[in-house]
């Protein structure tokens, strides 16, 4: 597959080489490859990290050294991180919202070229009509809360979006910000679901708004999605993103020492690769890493599937056929690799499943995309091992009961206050706002919920 090239904000000029032109020519060539150009980026003076093949400068000559062109380029690169954060800083709510909404442009352009491809791979049958149209039903169905929670993204002060934690496509992260400003916060990093086809980072602003209620900051990961990346490049973005909340997430008010990992679905089984290939990197001898397994105090995997093996066929079954998952997968002899469940098994990584964190496992029973099984039996595997983990079941809940439908509803929920009771376990006055915190408002009337139950396809 290509690399996808990330934003470029100046064009060559009439005089380029040859070489930039076929460059510029293969690109437009593959549906895979995006140039994300916006145009309120042309404004900012802060120059966008370029990938290793390519850098186009106007102010440059073409024919400087190699030697001098690298360096140019890892300057950038260093600097990524630091300018988004100067950017977020100066910006005005307007130049930020009018950014915002460029990127936003730019994104959809992208989303819908990935999504013609990925519908040659799928093919339009009556089982994917009948999903498209059941999804639309869906949604609209919780737009009453889509609409209050998408304002909350867009214009609250509370929220950071697109930080930059990357130089690749989609290495951009949401953070969400407590009003109470006091003390150190503990901090969720998040990476959303989405059958890694979907998955967005704005899909987690629900839980971002409710947990920054309680004092949580919360980071929502982006990721590659697939065609546009595979699994390998979904967990190399995801501990990038981890690793720049580790190193910046003090200067928000969090506290480094009190960082929790999370994934939803999809993002459960990466965020779960994610953890575990750390591990084991770290189990070796040599080997380098930007942040560490001990700096996460626990793991939560909410819906998640975690040995491929057993769930290749039930996806198969609901449409998300075999060719196209054993492609996101990176072919069948990779399964094994990408299967937390089944890695921790093997005997040669015994070291590494002893530096896991306590790993939790939120699952409902009707859940029908993911069997709670799945959560169930890594739980007791884990254990078997000697690992701390334990799961923890919601009777009758869909997947997207927990997610979607229980927040929405308001008043108090389960599975949510379960986990801030797990976060805020060592600290008694978090505890003690806790049980006096009013309970939290609806967002959608109680018949749509029941019919947005009913009418869900995932």
Not at 371 to 377: G, I
Not at 389 to 400: C, D, P, R, V
Not at 406 to 420: A, H, K, N, S, Y
Request: with cysteine.
């Amino acid at each position: 597959m290509p690399s996808p090239i990330l934003p470029i904000s100046n064009h060559p000029s009439s005089s380029a080489s040859a070489s930039t032109m076929l460059l510029k020519a293969k690109i437009d060539a593959d549906p895979s490859t995006t140039l994300l150009i916006s145009s309120q980026e042309k404004a900012i003076s802060i120059k966008p990290v370029l990938p290793r093949s390519s850098s186009f400068n106007n102010t440059s000559n073409i024919n400087n050294s190699t030697a001098f062109t690298n360096n140019q380029q890892q300057r950038r690169r260093r600097t990524a991180s630091d300018s988004s954060l100067a950017l977020l800083a100066d910006e005005s709510p307007r130049q930020s919202l009018s950014r915002e909404v460029g990127h936003a442009a730019a994104e959809t352009f992208l989303l819908t070229r990935l999504s013609l491809k990925l519908l040659s791979y799928l093919g339009v049958g009556y089982r994917w009509i009948t999903r498209f149209l059941a999804l639309g039903c869906y949604a609209l169905l919780l737009m009453p809360g889509f609409i209050q929670v998408g304002y909350y993204y867009f214009f609250s002060r509370q929220v950071r979006r697109s930080v930059i934690y990357g130089e690749q496509p989609r290495n951009r992260l949401d953070l969400y910000l407590p009003k109470n400003s006091h003390g150190t916060k503990p901090v969720v990093a998040f990476v959303t679901g989405g059958a890694w086809i979907i998955g967005y980072k704005a899909w987690g602003s629900l839980l971002g708004q409710q947990l920054s209620e309680r004092d949580i900051i919360v980071a929502c990961i982006d990721y590659r999605n697939f065609p546009q990346g595979t699994i390998s490049d979904m967990v190399e973005d995801a501990s990038q993103g981890i690793s720049f909340v580790y190193n910046n997430i003090a200067e928000y008010g969090g506290d480094p020492n009190r960082i929790y990992l999370m994934g939803q679905s999809a993002g459960a089984h990466i965020a779960a690769c994610t953890l575990i290939k750390q591990a084991i990197k770290e189990a070796g001898e040599g080997d380098s890493v930007s942040w560490s397994v001990s700096q996460i105090k626990a793991y939560f995997g909410l819906s998640g599937g975690y040995n491929l093996f057993n769930l290749i066929d039930h996806f198969h079954s609901r449409g998300l056929y075999r060719s196209i998952f054993l492609s996101i997968m990176e072919g069948e002899d990779s399964l094994r690799q990408f299967s937390p469940e089944v890695l921790v098994q093997d005997s040669n990584i015994k070291h590494a499943v002893s530096l896991l964190p306590p790993i939790i496992l939120f699952h409902g029973t009707g859940d029908y995309s993911i069997p709670a099984d799945a959560s169930k039996n890594f739980a007791d595997t884990l254990r078997r091992l000697g690992g701390k983990a334990e799961s923890i079941l919601y009777e009758g809940k869909t997947h997207t009961d927990l997610f979607l439908q229980d927040p929405m509803r308001g008043g108090t929920d389960e599975m949510f206050e379960d986990l801030v009771a797990i976060i805020h376990a060592e600290d008694e006055d978090a505890l003690a706002k806790d049980a006096v915190a009013p309970p939290r408002r609806r967002l959608v009337p109680e018949f749509m919920l029941k019919l947005a139950h009913n009418v869900s396809p995932f």
